[in-house]
């Protein structure tokens, strides 16, 4: 059994979870987290499209499901240290 994403309506779908040796009448039981983690980083274009993993440390990472439906999220370079953050803000 498997669980996907339809990229191409049509065309079969990419699989992102795979289980194998599951009989027939078994149950599964999945939990989706949805996390986004932010990098920043000088080595890819606007709307590139990531093939690989990302060669840079993340600045960033945060379970999306306890988050409002709309958040606003800070992004700031510190100009002493150069350093990239990104922070929730607390109401905008």
């Known amino acids: 059994m498997?669980?996907?994403f339809v990229d191409t309506p049509g065309m079969?779908?990419?699989q992102v979870l795979y289980f194998s040796n599951i009989g027939q009448g078994s149950n599964v039981t999945t939990?989706?987290?949805p996390v986004l983690?932010?990098?920043?980083t000088?080595?890819?274009q606007q709307t590139e499209i990531?093939?690989?993993a990302i060669q840079?440390?993340?600045i960033w990472t945060k379970d999306l499901s306890p988050l409002k439906?709309?958040?606003?999220l800070i992004f700031a370079r510190n100009k002493v240290t150069g350093q990239y953050t990104l922070t929730i803000a607390d109401s905008v």
């Open 69 to 72: 439906e709309t958040t606003t």
């Open 42 to 44: 000088s080595q890819y």
């Open 31 to 33: 939990q989706f987290t």
């Open 56 to 58: 840079t440390p993340e």
């Open 12 to 14: 079969p779908p990419s």
């Open 2 to 4: 498997s669980i996907g």
């Open 37 to 40: 983690s932010a990098y920043v």
């Open 50 to 52: 990531l093939r690989g």
